[in-house]
């Protein structure tokens, strides 16, 4: 983009960086206004949760002019009508996470909205972004166009470009290739026993499998910021990159090394579904309250699907294997008490008070659109092939170029329900109705089975013995941590946090639900415990266990089977 006089500039600097501050300077025109809001975003773009950013933010000053805090992230200026405003701020950058920033003399991670914040009014202005880098720091990577090639000034269509474009700057190993002619640069931020060149051709592999799938690559350029941590994970989309974090030490375990490059499919993945096929609520953001959406399931739920799908074709997992992760996700979502209370769509509506602030009573009340919605995803790609020459994969096709390219915005729940009804030929009406709004049991094998699959559940048989206890056993002592609703031991009497002292007068030096085993249905066992300081006792009778193991059998790899899986 050409950038004019009236953009607005965003000056970085690093002088405070031993402290762990970033200091930025913000200019602008004013346009003749008496007063002007400055304010810093209360949440972030794909993590559901007010996380207060404005907390970190110090020194907030407009030069000689008045600046009063108003509120927890506003600060009202009096600029009396003056042509041309100055804002400087420090902001604290000490959390090691995807979602925050991180500053030190070693290197710095700034996230967008935890770092920058904006004038209000003048979202949609045109910003130029100006580094200027901490001595001895050879890298400034982030996926803005950049002004001149030896200078560190990049530019961003408006506020929400900027906020959605993270920015690395240390000394780093990166690696490059192209998919769909589109550039790609790997930034490893940190150090790790990483094979450069294998996480080089996997990410191709993955880039390519995707933007096939999906017909275009939607991005000018594109950026995997690789974290590399001692501990911590989890990831976070972008609209021309993704951060993904890993344990550095962990990339010559076969296993963590899957789980990494899964969660680089499915941050990969949300190019298209999130970025830009997108519930209609999720943009233009607002930074100032939380974002209400029931379709935080198609969002992520999809998602999750199609990163396994992606190792899937890869030829990371054989059939057995990728059915075993999808018996996996049914049997959590089975065992999981919420599922009587909470609705899929449900779950996304209440994602900032529930997902993200989860407490020891979580599991009795809720489900994850991340699970839930992975396998109605499954659910809702086998419904439509069976009914027709098509896929999920067309319903994301049709959704990217209707409403992305064509419309210039989201879709509503209804929308969304017509276009998978178009696709597959018939009414799904009914399916969402079960699957997505209501409680209801889900009758996997009517879906199955075309497919020449069984689900069935190797516990059936079993004759388990279960207290409905999760504890744990630590310094000495056996805590209570979570209890499975309307199980034996909340029938008892038994609370989270109480400290079990003894067993049918045995002291206990293991986890509570270990003697399980021990029991047979219907013993009672007599469970000495700890309240508050004082001693009780309870009656716990043992019951049948209730979970699941599910498991998918192949019965026919029939030519339903075949296409669903076939690479």
């Known amino acids: ?42 949440w ?67 996230h967008g909205t935890s770092a920058f914040g904006y004038v209000e009014g003048f979202e949609k202005e045109p910003i130029e972004l100006e580094i200027k880098p901490y001595k001895g720091w050879g890298n400034v990577e982030v ?110 375990n076969p296993s963590a090394y899957k789980g990494f490059l899964g969660l680089v499919a499915h941050e990969y993945f949300h190019l298209w579904n999130v970025k830009r096929i997108r519930p209609i609520q999720l943009g233009p953001f607002d930074y100032n309250r939380e974002v209400y959406t029931d379709m935080l399931w198609i969002a992520e739920g999809i998602t999750s699907y199609y990163d396994d799908k992606t190792l899937q074709k890869m030829g990371l997992y054989e059939d057995e294997e990728y059915l075993k992760i999808i018996a996996g996700q049914i049997s959590r979502y089975e065992n999981t008490p919420g599922k009587e209370v ?28 991340y699970n839930k919605g992975m396998i109605a995803a499954v659910l809702l790609d086998l419904e439509i092939r069976a009914n027709s020459e098509h896929s999920l994969d067309d319903v994301m096709q049709v959704l990217y170029n209707d409403f992305y390219k064509k419309k210039g915005r989201g879709f509503t729940h209804d929308e969304f329900i017509s276009v998978c009804s178009k696709i597959a030929e018939r009414d799904l009406q009914s399916f969402f109705n079960t699957v997505i709004f209501s409680t209801k ?35 000495g002592k056996t805590t209570i941590s979570n209890l499975y609703a309307s199980s034996p031991a909340v029938e008892a009497g038994l609370s989270v946090n109480d400290e079990i002292i003894s067993v049918n007068g045995w002291r206990v030096n293991e986890t509570l639900e270990s003697y399980d085993t021990k029991h047979k249905v219907g013993d009672v066992a007599e469970v000495l415990y700890a309240r508050d300081g004082k001693i009780f006792t309870a009656n716990v009778q043992y019951t049948k266990n209730p979970k699941v193991a599910m498991k998918l059998d192949i019965v026919n790899k029939n030519s339903l089977y075949t296409s669903w899986l076939a690479n």
């Open 1 to 42: 983009m050409s950038i004019t006089s009236q953009a607005i500039h965003y000056a970085v600097n690093f002088d405070k960086v031993k402290s762990h501050y970033v200091s930025v300077q913000l200019d602008l025109e004013l346009k003749g206004k008496d007063f002007v809001d400055f304010k810093v975003p209360v």
């Open 342 to 369: 909470m609705s899929l769509a449900h779950s996304s509506t209440l994602a900032w008070v529930k997902s993200y602030l989860p407490n020891e009573e979580s599991m009795n009340t809720s489900v994850s659109y």
């Open 143 to 252: 996926s803005l166009p950049q002004i001149k090639p030896k200078e560190y000034i990049f530019t961003a269509e408006n506020y929400d470009l900027l906020a959605d474009s993270p920015i690395a700057l240390g000394n780093f190993e990166t690696t490059s290739y192209v998919s769909s002619k589109v550039p790609h640069k790997v930034v490893m931020i940190g150090e790790g026993n990483y094979d450069l060149l294998k996480i080089q051709e996997d990410f191709k592999k993955i880039s390519d499998i995707q933007v096939s799938m999906m017909g275009e690559h939607p991005s000018p350029q594109y950026i995997h910021f690789i974290y590399n941590v001692a501990s911590g994970g989890g990831g976070l989309e972008h609209l021309n990159s993704q951060t993904s974090m890993m344990n550095r030490w962990s990339y010559s």
């Open 44 to 110: 972030t773009p794909g993590s559901y949760k007010v996380r207060e950013f404005s907390n970190a933010f110090e020194n907030v000053k407009a030069g000689n002019l008045s600046v009063v805090r108003r509120d927890k992230n506003t600060w009202r200026i009096a600029t009396k009508g003056q042509s041309k405003l100055s804002i400087t701020y420090d902001v604290y950058c000490f959390v090691v996470s995807v979602r925050q920033s991180y500053a030190d003399e070693n290197y710095a991670f700034l």
């Open 441 to 475: 049991a889900i009758d996997y094998n009517a879906v199955f089975s075309p497919f020449g699959l069984m689900l069935k559940d190797e516990n059936a048989d079993k004759n388990e013995c279960w207290s409905g206890v999760i504890s744990t056993h630590s310094g």
